[in-house]
């Protein structure tokens, strides 16, 4: 009870005021101070002269240990803060960069608003931010697609997931948790240079987002107008997925409104013959990206009432 009320709590701080530049430009950000120490052990253990199994080995160790670093950070600063209405309070505080709610929304709709207007170079320039595609090679529909991608999966990675393991283990459990995302989006890549070094940060990812990735699909599914075609979709197209957790809130997303998602994409490192979601939808119109801000809302709304029932009963 007491630690969904502190997820509630945080999610809604978040939704409202988000991470203020000024306090990035201060102190920077948790999950930018884990970059740089994912950074340093990447320099010193990843080396390109070393055989497959060593640097398998050693991704093994930077992965436990620094995922297990944060678990127990987390247990040394709930048992430090206490209870009661200021280690409430200070619970709330300390869970509350580590969900994404106002960041995602924003980033999202600063690829909307161009792409209406039809600035493609800013939309393009926007969607670079939050994609690994190329961007010049993507046109209006392929924005827009990479745009509604990354809100679905993200929903699931960057505040379903996080809410999750902390309702579940309280700040332990969230801590933990962006420090295994925070690896796989660091080095969780099959490239030659992470194929191995990389390979244990993405199964644990892969693991700890198996439930939460459902989750986000049926929270979609449900707090759309389509709640139907929605589930049609994760029912047939989710298992195409190239991720096994992705395919199910991109499935929600993709019945709700109507369109198709993955597919076919061009990264730096070449292009892609991803299955299609949602195969016979059509293609993304720029409408439809303020539609799904529409319904992250919603979904949003969702959870926060999910959240309010565990805390009361």
């Known amino acids: 009870m007491t630690t969904a009320a502190i997820m509630l709590c945080a999610l809604l701080l978040d939704a409202v005021v988000g991470w203020p530049n000024a306090l990035f430009k201060a102190i920077g950000h948790p999950v930018s101070?884990?970059?740089?120490?994912?950074?340093?052990?990447?320099k010193t253990l990843n080396r390109p002269d070393w055989h497959p199994a060593t640097k398998k080995l050693m991704g093994v160790i930077t992965a436990l240990f620094l995922i297990g670093g944060c678990f127990y950070l987390g247990q040394f600063i709930q048992g430090a803060i206490g209870e009661g209405i200021l280690g409430f309070a200070l619970s709330v505080l300390i869970v509350w960069p580590l969900l994404a709610v106002n960041s995602m929304y924003t980033h999202v709709e600063d690829i909307a608003i161009?792409?209406?207007?039809?600035?493609?170079?800013?939309?393009?320039?926007?969607?670079?931010?939050?994609v690994g595609r190329n961007p010049e090679s993507l046109d209006n529909a392929g924005i827009g697609r990479a745009a509604i991608e990354s809100l679905a999966e993200n929903t699931s990675d960057g505040i379903v997931a996080p809410v999750f393991w902390g309702v579940i283990f309280g700040i332990p459990g969230i801590m933990a948790y962006k420090a295994i995302n925070t690896l796989d989006s660091m080095i969780g890549y099959k490239t030659a240079k992470y194929l191995d070094f990389g390979w244990a940060s993405a199964r644990i990812d892969d693991v700890v987002n198996f439930i939460p990735a459902r989750l986000t699909g049926w929270l979609y599914a449900f707090t759309s107008a389509k709640p139907k075609a929605a589930l049609a979709v994760i029912s047939f197209d989710a298992k195409k997925h190239r991720s096994p957790n992705a395919g199910w809130p991109e499935g929600a997303m993709a019945g709700a409104l109507g369109v198709r998602l993955s597919g076919p994409r061009d990264y730096e490192t070449g292009p892609t013959s991803d299955a299609w979601v949602n195969e016979n939808g059509r293609d993304v119109v720029p409408a439809d990206v303020t539609a799904s801000l529409g319904l992250f809302k919603r979904a949003m709304y969702g959870l926060a009432a999910v959240l309010i029932l565990l805390t009361l009963f």
Do not use: K, M, Y
């Open 33 to 42: 101070w884990l970059g740089r120490l994912i950074r340093r052990f990447d």
């Open 114 to 130: 161009p792409l209406e207007q039809n600035h493609l170079s800013e939309a393009r320039a926007a969607v670079s931010l939050i």
